[in-house]
């Protein structure tokens, strides 16, 4: 109950003891911090306010067909949106269990995976990916020469564990254009795709193995399929599927139940619609981008191939903020970890191969060098990671801040969104 008049109390000081007077006037400044926290609520209310507008904005505007935001401060929700559809063609809104494909927001997960490996010291960062799969065993780069033609030389080294969790593997993806090493990712994965439809993640990985590299192991940072080869490690190590390990020691612990890699007859009406931007401007489906997701397919794509919804990557990503523990106080990787996850890896040249300016970039997750000028409240050491599609997360442990966006648009349009959420997340704390 808050005072609105101290007169009474004041008179009880005077006429009481010494612990009398100590337990009144507590409740005094008990009052007094109520009343604060009243205030600052309502500030937290505009600013919210402002965020949930930007979300309405980018659904009447035709930017997405349906978005939601979940942001989190220590153990406590602290706000919550959806706006929009799971499918313009359809009446159904975006709900707290509606699936997006999370694309490479799912590099975090199989860090995770390979974190606990290395705990359990079935594995080292050091190691030799021959040592795992022994295909990757002499492997070849590409070399460009003063004259402008390329050719192929033995690696001078071999690739380690850590070339994959940092991209300095030299291993490309296939939709880049940044020479030969993308052009034969390319042409390698069209014919693995139509001689082997039902190809599986380790078939995958080695296919990767029978291309040069685009450049020296670890001279150069390259985003590419490196956790797709990684969740083959994951598999040879354990034993398991690659998705059978994420359940049973990630999804499983943070009760993930809505966090997988196919979809069946009862989940795939809750899968929300993907688009791009049409010819007229307007959202246009895409019908191309399913197959990984189908109740057939065998690839579990270590790089990109979750489904997910809001609330289950968040209680991933308030584990990662937590250093390590889920909510319950089990414990995923320790803290020492998440400190290594996060640190910058790479040096100035690879950070001009990166090119995010103010970030570099840790296990799989980029992090901020310096605190920001335009941003003021951002911290070094975020964190976090996107999804091709314009999933977002960010983990901000010095705020205790964990900030999850989910979209499904292709061009994302993240130059634009991503920062302006940053800005209204931030603002609002």
């Known amino acids: 109950m808050i005072l609105s008049n101290y007169t009474d109390m004041y008179k009880l000081i005077s006429k009481n003891s010494y612990i009398a007077k100590i337990g009144i006037y507590f409740t005094i400044l008990l009052d007094h911090a109520i009343m604060l926290i009243i205030i600052i609520g309502g500030e937290f209310v505009a600013n919210y306010q402002m965020l949930d507008e930007y979300l309405d904005e980018l659904v009447s505007n035709g930017k997405v067909c349906g978005c939601a935001v979940a942001l989190q401060t220590g153990n406590e929700r602290t706000h919550y949106k959806f706006a929009g559809l799971q499918s313009c063609d359809g009446n159904v809104p975006i709900k707290s269990d509606t699936l997006y494909r999370i694309y490479s927001m799912t590099k975090l997960v199989t860090v995770v995976a390979v974190i606990q490996l290395i705990e359990k010291n079935a594995l080292k960062l050091e190691d030799a990916l021959s040592d795992c799969i022994p295909k990757f065993k002499n492997m070849m780069v590409y070399k460009h020469l003063p004259n402008g033609k390329i050719e192929t030389v033995p690696a001078d080294r ?6 994959l969790l940092t991209m300095r593997s030299g291993i490309s993806y296939a939709y880049d254009d940044i020479g030969p090493a993308s052009t034969s990712m390319r042409e390698a994965v069209a014919t693995l795709r139509a001689n082997n439809p039902r190809y599986s993640t380790m078939q995958y990985a080695q296919m990767l193995a029978e291309l040069p590299l685009a450049f020296q192991p670890g001279t150069h940072f390259l985003y590419g399929a490196s956790c797709d080869v990684l969740a083959a490690v994951v598999e040879v190590i354990s034993g398991n599927t690659f998705g059978e390990y994420l359940e049973k ?56 191939g979750l489904l997910s919804t809001l609330d289950d990557y968040m209680a991933f990503a308030k584990m990662l903020c937590c250093g390590g523990k889920t909510s319950s106080g089990a414990r995923l990787i320790s803290e020492k970890s998440v400190c290594s996850m996060t640190q910058n890896y790479l040096n100035e040249e690879q950070l001009a191969d990166f090119g995010q300016k103010g970030f570099g970039y840790g296990l799989c997750v980029r992090t901020r060098l310096e605190n920001t000028c335009d941003i003021k409240l951002a911290q070094r050491g975020e964190f976090g990671w996107y999804g091709v599609a ?40």
């Open 249 to 304: 020691n990630i999804f499983m612990p943070l009760e993930m139940h809505n966090t997988f890699f196919r979809w069946n007859e009862n989940t795939i009406s809750r899968v929300a619609d993907i688009y791009t931007i049409g010819a007229n401007k307007k959202l246009r489906k895409l019908t191309n981008r399913n197959f990984q997701y189908e109740p057939q397919s065998r690839f579990e794509e270590g790089g990109g």
């Open 390 to 429: 314009g999933s977002l997360v960010i983990i901000d442990i010095s705020k205790k801040l964990t900030a999850v966006y989910m979209q499904q648009l292709i061009p994302a349009g993240e130059a634009e969104i991503h920062q302006k959420l940053r800005e209204l997340i931030y603002g609002a704390i």
């Open 158 to 163: 071999e690739l380690t564990i850590l070339d």
